[in-house]
């Protein structure tokens, strides 16, 4: 995979080359990545880490779904869709997306899990507010 201008915008090839294959693996890598932060929000019992996996888990599921999606239109040779671009585009717009989610860790997450714990730890003491 390069990162020239005449690989993204140019007619791609009727068959699929090794770039193609290597953007199948990386959009089957992040669907699998988003099924493992998924369960992983299942089973923690922590809310303000079950907000961060939830956010991890959506942004890596349908980034790879999407790329899923549009190797199957390459594979197709559907005219327009199957360009790479859209691919790229799909790469963008992940990045994007994660660095929403590195906003959220940097800025707010701590205070919320500061704020979580001590809540936890307060109703400790409390009778009657167990969860």
């Not at 999606?69 to 390459?74: C, D, E, G, T």
């Not at 197709?76 to 585009?89: K, Q």
Request: glycine share 6%.
């Amino acid at each position: 995979m390069t990162f020239d201008k005449f690989f993204w915008f140019s007619q791609p090839s009727l068959i699929l080359t090794s770039a193609d294959k290597e953007l199948l693996w990386i959009f089957a890598g992040l669907t699998l990545l988003g099924i493992i932060f998924k369960i992983a929000e299942a089973v923690m019992h922590h809310a303000v880490l079950v907000k961060l996996y939830g956010k991890l888990g959506a942004a890596t599921f349908w980034m790879g779904i999407s790329g899923l999606i549009w190797y199957v239109l390459r594979y197709e040779n559907t005219p327009v869709l199957a360009d790479r671009y859209w691919a790229g585009l799909t790469l963008l717009c992940f990045i994007i997306w994660l660095l929403a989610i590195v906003w959220f860790v940097f800025t707010k997450f701590r205070v919320e899990k500061r704020e979580y714990d001590r809540q936890m730890l307060n109703s400790r003491y409390i009778p009657g507010s167990r969860k």
